[in-house]
């Protein structure tokens, strides 16, 4: 999955960035249960950059960010399991799953970690994978800024059924779950005010 999203998030959160153009990394997991037991996996999106600007009342916009995450390099630790889900995701057709994320004012959604007593703050982001793209709502949280450095996590369920995919089942009776659950962590170098 390309987690463009979440980076163009965490640009948005940056108080350190005036304009310019941030620099960002991702890793991701995803937690899904089955009729046997629970699983997790894992992925990292490829490098991304996205532009910060000012928009006419002075406030730091983050214009669009596109993360992606190619489906082969998405793994759970088990081959099969891997076979099975690249041929739902259809790599072969759609090798990456991307997230768009657009006009985040990144000084607003930084400010509303800071408050929160959680310390998260909801974000929309596009999400395209296999051909279908949705809207979804995500959670940023745990929010650290150091120098020019700025990290946080970002969460949103998904269900299987809203992006037009068919669970993977073995032997007819064990079926994948239509939630999982999603977790990315992002890095990104955000410019410097001179």
């Known amino acids: 999955m390309k987690v463009r999203l979440a980076t163009i998030f965490f640009l948005l959160l940056s108080s350190l960035a005036r304009a310019g153009e941030i620099q960002g990394a991702c890793d991701v997991r995803f937690l899904g249960s089955s009729t046997l037991h629970d699983f997790s996996g894992t992925g990292r999106c490829e490098p991304f950059s996205a532009p910060l600007v000012r928009d006419a009342a002075g406030k730091t916009i983050l214009p669009s960010v596109v993360v992606e995450v190619p489906v082969a390099a998405m793994k759970t630790g088990n081959d099969s399991r891997d076979g099975s889900m690249w041929e739902?995701?259809?790599a072969d057709r759609y090798p990456?799953?991307?997230a768009t994320a657009r006009d985040v004012d990144t000084d607003r959604v930084r400010d509303m970690?800071?408050?929160d007593p959680e310390g998260k703050a909801p974000l929309e982001i596009s999400l395209a994978i296999r051909g279908a793209e949705r809207k979804i709502r995500a959670t940023a949280r745990n929010l650290k800024e150091a120098g020019s450095r700025v990290s946080f996590d970002l969460e949103?369920?998904?269900s299987l059924k809203e992006f037009d995919l068919k669970a993977p089942t073995v032997l007819g009776f064990i079926?994948?779950?239509d939630k999982v659950l999603v977790k990315g962590t992002f890095a990104?170098?955000?410019p410097q005010a001179p």
């Open 88 to 90: 739902m995701l259809q």
């Open 96 to 98: 990456r799953i991307r």
């Open 113 to 115: 970690m800071r408050k």
């Open 156 to 158: 949103f369920p998904l």
């Open 175 to 177: 079926r994948v779950a």
């Open 188 to 190: 990104l170098d955000v």
